[in-house]
């Protein structure tokens, strides 16, 4: 079945450093969706890309979507402490419709 | 607040004993989903409703598990005879229709967290 996967699973960074996390899946997708969870916290929803190629910022945070729309990566710049969470990537199932596969999360620690 | 609200937050039972678990989804919001999160894993999709119809059931998901969503407003997710494998954070997330019924953004609840002994 399809799968979605992140890499890394953990990520410690030192504030004011750069890191990317990656998503792939197994299948293309039609879209995909980010998402952030404090510790301790729900899911909150960051962003929704659909088309190839596509790139999109959040001040910090630069989204990308790749051209065969089978990954994706996030990569946030001059890291601070209220990034701390775990990133969630999710694409909706290609067998089944309403079903969202999230992947198992990139838990990003951050060092002052 | 008009946000998605779950109860109980925290729910403790003894194996074998039936839970049940309310969502309330935000209320112009027709989907609704279930999910369930273990201590580093991502939501594990359990089933989607579009109004009151139930669309789509994990194969995963054991006959234990049963969900109901009357009316097209609030949803209630049962779980019969629980095992220690159960214990768990139970999710509710809901959204609206993106264009064309494309998928939009989830907004989740915050949980019940089911503890098995």
């Known amino acids: 079945g399809q799968q979605v996967m992140q890499i890394p699973q953990y990520q410690h960074v030192q504030e004011g450093e750069d890191f990317t996390t990656y998503c792939n899946s197994s299948t293309t997708l039609s879209n995909i969706q980010w998402y952030k969870q404090r510790p301790g916290g729900h899911p909150v929803f960051l962003i929704q890309?659909?088309?190839?190629?596509e790139v999109k910022k959040q001040k910090r945070l630069t989204f990308q979507f790749g051209e065969a729309k089978k990954n994706s990566s996030l990569h946030i710049t001059a890291t601070q402490t209220t990034d701390v969470g775990t990133y969630f990537c999710?694409?909706?199932?290609?067998?089944?419709?309403?079903?969202?596969?999230f992947g198992a999360g990139t838990q990003v620690v951050v060092t002052p | 607040d008009t946000g998605v609200s779950q109860d109980p937050r925290h729910k403790i039972t003894k194996r074998g004993q039936n839970v049940t678990f309310r969502c309330d989804p935000i209320s112009e919001h027709n989907r609704l989903y279930w999910y369930r999160q273990t201590l580093g894993q991502g939501p594990e999709f359990l089933t989607y409703f579009q109004n009151e119809a139930q669309l789509e059931k994990s194969r995963l998901l054991s006959d234990r598990f049963s969900a109901e969503r009357p009316k097209g407003s609030f949803s209630t997710l049962e779980i019969q005879r629980t095992e220690q494998g159960d214990s768990a954070m139970y999710l509710c997330?809901?959204?609206?229709?993106?264009?064309?019924?494309?998928?939009?953004?989830?907004?989740f609840g915050p949980g019940t967290r089911l503890t098995v002994l």
């Open positions: 997330a809901s959204s609206f229709p993106g264009l064309a019924g494309d998928y939009n953004e989830q907004f």
């Open positions: 999710a694409g909706p199932s290609t067998d089944s419709w309403g079903k969202f596969q």
């Open positions: 890309l659909v088309k190839s190629g």
